[in-house]
């Protein structure tokens, strides 16, 4: 399982961006997803958190209010809407997969199996 992210960018603090995670040849359909962030020496933390359904969701208190977890499973992605985005959640973004059966609905980076290569995202003026 090879997850892909894209979407990132750079934009000004109060934008938004729109980040995709997928798959090639394996449906995501029966995983849960998560979005994570890391920058250079500093620890790869959770952002948001999707069922394999999209009927649960849970977020990091960072980005509640401004961040949406969403997914298409027709069309085998995951969506993270950020919007009113700050110069703090510059990072590389990270999005990482659990079979659903093994999801505890928590943004611990030890609880995902799978995980793609990121996408950059920067925040300034």
């Known amino acids: 399982l090879r997850l892909v992210e894209s979407g990132g960018g750079s934009v000004q603090p109060g934008g938004s961006l729109t980040l995709s995670c997928t798959a090639s040849?394996?449906?995501?359909?029966?995983?849960?997803i998560g979005w994570f962030r890391q920058n250079p020496g500093s620890e790869r933390v959770g952002v948001a958190t999707?069922?394999?359904?999209?009927?649960?969701?849970n977020y990091a208190d960072s980005v509640k209010g401004r961040f949406t977890i969403a997914r298409d499973n027709a069309e085998n992605t995951i969506y993270l809407q950020m919007n009113s985005l700050k110069s703090e959640d510059t990072a590389t973004y990270y999005c990482?997969?659990?079979?659903?059966?093994?999801?505890?609905?928590?943004?611990?980076?030890?609880?995902?199996?799978?995980w793609g290569r990121g996408t950059r995202v920067s925040v300034s003026t």
């Open positions: 990482a997969a659990v079979p659903q059966r093994r999801w505890t609905g928590v943004l611990f980076t030890h609880d995902y199996e799978f």
């Open positions: 040849e394996f449906n995501l359909a029966d995983h849960a």
């Open positions: 999707i069922s394999a359904s999209g009927v649960s969701t």
